[in-house]
């Protein structure tokens, strides 16, 4: 089970910080990512982090804005939004998972979902 928190209402400019917390089977996990999907468009990622070693990937438009980390010994991820736009405004979901497979861009590479968490960013 994925538990997201820490979304909310934040004016342009902001931040945010969203946490997932992994509980039950937390062992065997290769990566996690956050995703997103705004009103009317398709799920897109956002920012993954594998568990052993902590390489990150981005998305071209977060990044040097978001920071993807993690707290292996409490299985948790965090992503770190600063200077939020408008164009953020979407349902950011975590994801799991727990063999190795490519590329993490992708949603079909993850195994397990939270429930998904609202940001909003006013202009």
């Known amino acids: 089970q994925l538990v997201e928190s820490g979304g909310g209402l934040v004016q342009a400019g902001g931040s945010l910080r969203l946490s997932c917390a992994a509980s039950?089977?937390?062992?065997?996990?290769?990566?996690m990512g956050w995703f997103r999907q705004a009103p009317g468009k398709e799920r897109e990622f956002v920012a993954a982090i594998l568990w052993n070693g902590g390489a990150t990937y981005y998305t071209d438009s977060v990044k040097g804005r978001f920071t993807i980390s993690r707290d292996n010994a409490n299985h948790t991820i965090y992503l770190q939004m600063n200077s939020l736009k408008p164009e953020d405004t979407a349902v950011y979901s975590c994801a799991r998972q727990r063999v190795y497979r490519w590329p993490l861009i992708i949603s079909s590479a993850y195994d397990d979902w939270g429930q998904g968490i609202q940001v909003t960013v006013s202009s």
């Open positions: 039950g089977r937390t062992f065997g996990i290769s990566a």
